[in-house]
């Protein structure tokens, strides 16, 4: 392993504030941003998802772990949506990849609830499927962990990374990373 802690940031995602002060004080393995609306199934279950347009992985020695089971999710997803036209996506690979590894959520306070309409791989020949989610807020960052406790990852707040225009929050954003795909509205 090569001892170096990284934050990953989409061209996308606006840096409005610098997060890299935000993203130091936060003592877990890995910090993700949270997504919106894959994979629905997941947003149902948990009431969220965790997005890879923003992260930080720092060398602790379960991120080398997580992410050979994510490139085996990947696989295994673009495998299944070849047969489907469809397009694999990480935000798929990452979030089937934390529930394949037995997740333990601890969730803070919930700050509110949002919706989003999307319509899903509008550019992928077949049929285009309009997809409605609702997806929970929280005041503080959600901690997970695979069985041990002292081995932790997060989602941030998605006030301070959004996906969506409408959110507010305590603070101010760090980071906009807006959906800006097709909607059916």
Not at 59 to 85: C, D, G, N, T
Not at 88 to 117: C, E
Not at 126 to 146: Q, S
Not at 151 to 174: N, S
Request: charged share 15%; aromatic share 12%; with cysteine.
């Amino acid at each position: 392993a090569c001892n170096v802690t990284f934050c990953h940031s989409d061209a996308d995602a606006l840096w409005l504030r610098d997060p890299r002060p935000y993203m130091a004080s936060l003592r877990h393995g890995l910090v993700f941003s949270q997504g919106t609306i894959a994979p629905t199934l997941l947003v149902a279950q948990w009431g969220f998802v965790l997005c890879q347009g923003f992260f930080l992985a720092r060398p602790v020695p379960f991120a080398a772990h997580f992410f050979q089971r994510m490139m085996y999710e990947m696989l295994r997803i673009e495998r299944w949506y070849k047969r489907l036209a469809g397009d694999a996506g990480d935000q798929d690979a990452l979030n089937y990849a934390v529930k394949g590894m037995h997740v333990h959520w601890q969730l803070p306070q919930v700050l509110g609830t949002a919706s989003l309409d999307m319509v899903m791989n509008p550019f992928v020949p077949g049929p285009e499927m309009a997809v409605h989610v609702n997806f929970t807020h929280f005041l503080k960052e959600v901690v997970g962990h695979f069985g041990n406790p002292q081995r932790t990852f997060a989602m941030l707040p998605h006030h301070l990374v959004m996906r969506t225009p409408a959110d507010t929050g305590p603070a101010a954003p760090l980071v906009l990373h807006l959906n800006f795909g097709p909607s059916k509205a």
